[in-house]
């Protein structure tokens, strides 16, 4: 700052620029020490030997049930084994969460030693060498032929794996945690016992419904400009109508994404499907939907599996006063399918901080392997999570732990993911703000997706361009 | 100086008494301001009345359409919420808010025991470019703290400050020292310097004359600094929410931005915690209702 | 409000302008050493918290560096800067905040000073309703923003329910792309109008009474004597404010953040809200400082302007 009012001696500008370049001497080490890129380190193969001394094991999540069902679930549990432990999952607000996450690998200093990722989040983690590289762990300790193949590849492989599939080569940075995917959420009192089948099946009924009773609307579903919301749900209609996202060999977005499949579920999406859900939802997420569902306000809606629990809430709910009541009305369903049955993949894996001591890293490997044993899987689905074993989702445990976890089950096969690229909080981001404008008017649904496919094609083709760039 | 808001609300005769012509078309002219005055001030009440009446709502009766202004059942729920986890023990609210208490309290001490110094300096003494040290002292307040965060990031990440509470106490208390200078500069400028001078006369240094006769004379003033500087702190939400990220340290604007963006929103409990939060800020600002206007021109205006 | 005289005793109505008691009447060596001790500690903890992190901003500015890719960073020269200033996203961001600026500062001075001049023409209760009005002003913009996105809720929230009952239709006040845009200013201008109003108010009481007296002699009009007396004198105050509370919008970022998160689409992204994007979403630290210094460069030309004022105000 300064004030040119001054006589004599040295001028302000002269003296501020003495100023800062002592100061970018200092500023200029200080960077240079900052982080260097590094690859991933190695986690070691076999668990190395646990402390004996009390250890608090601490996990970074979002608050939601799910964050609270594994702090209480783990202490219980985990501490039969590991009676010197305490398990603490740290809550961040969802808005937070990536922030939360990223600033403190950034500082190669983290409070959590099991940072939860998105599935989208490990291609930014392993490419700064963030998280631990398992692979020889896994390897060694894992049971890799319990799980779909895919759900492992998800949470864990990098680079990314073909949908439906798993790189046996590649490397694992990450163990599934929580298993997640959207549920179709409809009123049994209102639209009958049967769900529909086929996306347009769906959209008539919604339709009808919607004529048939006033105050309530159609749909309900994701369509806010944060977190991934809005971006998820473009995503699903895509894969639903046969679209792709990008095509993973060529890195390219620009005509993959605003292809003929593209265009015809951005148009499902903004003139079919939007028409019908409530004037003013344009700024939903998770919790509006499920106060929506709650309020009776909706015939049919969208949304995350492990989200849901509260549906059931009586406190929170105006369909019946007692659990029963309400399961009398709400139905919960795997989405219906068009030209595929693509659904999309959601849920979190466990990965262990670089930064963390050793003694909790080794700490962390081994809750890994006790979480991921059959028996501790079936206790978890128990618990309210949502386990990734294939004994487990399909043992009674799980299954009648809640009216929705069948649809998991179901859909297990069916998921697809987003792009797991360090760039992806851009691409997401990107996704986010313009299907949101297409949804509340502000752009039309063509030229939202071409310039979603314009924009993310820059951000790729701009990958490995440090810290320029990203207006 | 110093009209404080008590004098410019006192009550003085009305300016067009005494002028009896206009005495009739005064009245329905009155009448009309008056309504006028009601309308605008129910209008800017309205939302903390019903910030008010949500924190005693239950659940069911704050989705009611159309709204429920006076038929529902007052329950004590979201505050017991606030307060209480539900199982037992304290909430992470609770926590927040006692974090909330430590940071506010010591960036201001810190901020009040480097600017009243500093305000009786440059009050006193003559400085080169003192009124552009001062300047530029007052503009340093005017940065935008969503960029000021960036560099202060990278900073804190170098010398580990990055969520502690020291990291925030420090960044606050930067941003409060030069409306603390500017406050009680003025303060302090209205303390004769003869005081003093007659102090050092009867043989005690300039510094002893300082901390007999004119700190004690400064202590309101102090308070009424000190209060605003509080305020800030206490509300401030940028640095909050980028510095910090866990339980331990979190102050309680981003604890409660985090109450929704969840699976559920209750906002009986976000309207309870918001009351909370909100209510020391009221009785504060009461209390120093004499130096509003100067608290809130960061000092600059006195009068 | 209590009748508690003020702390200070001077006679209302004279601007600020206390000239410090002759500085160093009776100067000592020790004055220079004891003046240095006393505004160095405050000056070190400026240059440290303010100064030096905004020069190490400039510096990353002028490379590509980032802040969780590491590695060295790269001079780019002016690339940043120019990449943002020819950005036709920064220039939509840039067209957002003005108008919200100025559609924001424009209501709170217009309602703030119809405020303030009704009730200064009050003889009771003047001290009740001042307080009243300061409420919205000393809450937190997370709690304003919190409460007013409850109350906006196109489905369940109190303004289109009241609306409703007298036969107006649902608005979408958050998710229409010129509504939102709306509904940031009309919550700024709840929350802030009060500033303005408080400062107006100090104005107005401060205008000398005799004025008045003198022009009721002469039968002046009531417009007449509002255009002539009172708003030449209140002017200058009124522009303090205004300024003030032009900086403060333009360095807006909780109420969007809560609000809209500057939905729908970047409809209500303003430059600082683009900031936050740029530096943590993507860690474009580099781009991110540059932006945050052209930011930097507008509140220092505001800041000169408010401070200008201020000087004229106190020379006065």
Known sequence: MRYPQRRGRLSVPGRTVLLATAAMVVATTLVACGGQSDSAPKAPATIPELTKDPLTLSFIWFDWPPAHALETFANAEYTKLRPNVTVKVKTVPNANWHDAMFTQFAAHKTDFDIPILDSQHIGEAVTNGNILDITDFVKKNIDVKAYNPYLLAAYGQFPQAETGKRDENASLYGLPLLGDTWTMIYRKDLIGDKPPQTWDEMISVAEKCQADNPGVSGLAFHQANGSDAAAVTYNTVNGVYGGNLWNPKTRKINGVLNDAAGHEAMDVLVNKMKPLTAKGSGNWFIDEVNAAVAQGKACIAFNWIAASGGLLDPKQSTLGTTREQILDKLGFATLPSQKTNLVPLGGMGMHVSAYSPEANQAEALSFMKWFEQADIQKKWAAAGGVPSRTDALESPEFLDAAPFNQVYTDSVPRMRDMWNVPEYARLVDIENTNVNAALNGAKTPKEALDDIAKEQQSVLDAAGGKGGGGL | ?303 | MSDSAPLTTDQPGQVASATPPAPGRSRRLSDRGLAVAFTSPALLLLLAMSVFPLLWALYLSFTDYSATRGGPAQFVGFGNYTAILASEQVHLRALTTLVYVVGAVTLQTVLGFAIAYLISRRTRGRGLLTTLFLVPMMLSPVVVGLFWRFMLDAQFGVVNSMLGSIGLGQVEWLTGQRTALISLILVDTWQWTPFIMLIALAGLTAVPRYLYEAASIDRASEWFRFRTITLPLVWPLLLIAVLFRAIEAFRLFDLVYILTSGGPGVSTETLSFHVYKVAFLGFNTGTASAYGILMILVVIILTQLYLRYLNKLKED
């Open chain 2, 1 to 303: 100086m110093a009209v404080s808001v008590d004098e410019a609300v006192s009550t003085r005769p009305a300016r067009d008494r005494g002028s009896p012509a206009r005495r009739f078309g005064g009245r329905g002219r009155s009448a009309l301001e008056v309504t006028l005055l009601t309308v605008l001030a129910a209008v800017m009440l309205f939302p903390v009345l019903w910030m008010i009446e949500t924190s005693i709502k239950e659940n069911r009766d704050v989705y009611a359409i159309p709204a429920k202004f006076f038929d529902f059942k007052v329950t004590m729920d979201h505050y017991k919420d606030v307060f209480v986890a539900s199982g037992s023990g304290r909430s992470t609210l609770s926590a927040a808010f006692l974090n909330s208490v430590v940071v506010a309290g010591a960036s201001t001490a810190l901020a009040t025991v480097l600017g009243v110094p500093a305000a009786w300096a440059y009050s006193r003494f003559a400085m080169k470019a003192k009124k552009d040290q001062l300047f530029f002292i007052l503009s340093t307040r005017f940065m935008p703290p969503v960029v000021v965060v960036i560099p202060i990031f990278l900073m804190y990440r170098q010398v580990g400050l990055i969520d502690s509470k020291l990291g925030l106490i420090l960044i606050y208390a930067a941003f409060n020292v030069p409306f603390t200078i500017w406050m009680m500069k003025g303060f302090v400028d209205e303390v004769p310097a003869e005081y003093e001078d007659a102090a050092m006369l009867d043989g005690y240094t300039r510094l002893q004359a300082f901390w007999r006769y004119t700190l004690p004379l400064l202590l309101p003033g102090i308070a009424a600094t000190a209060v605003f500087a509080l305020i800030f702190s206490w509300n401030e939400f940028v640095f909050a929410i980028f510095l910090t990220s866990s339980d331990s340290v979190r102050t309680a604007p981003p604890a409660i931005a985090g109450l929704i963006g969840g699976t559920t929103v209750d906002w009986g409990l976000v309207a309870a915690a918001s009351v909370v939060f909100a209510l020391p800020v009221l009785v504060f600002a009461y209390l120093v209702r004499k130096h509003l206007v100067a608290g809130v021109t960061l000092g600059a205006v006195r009068r």
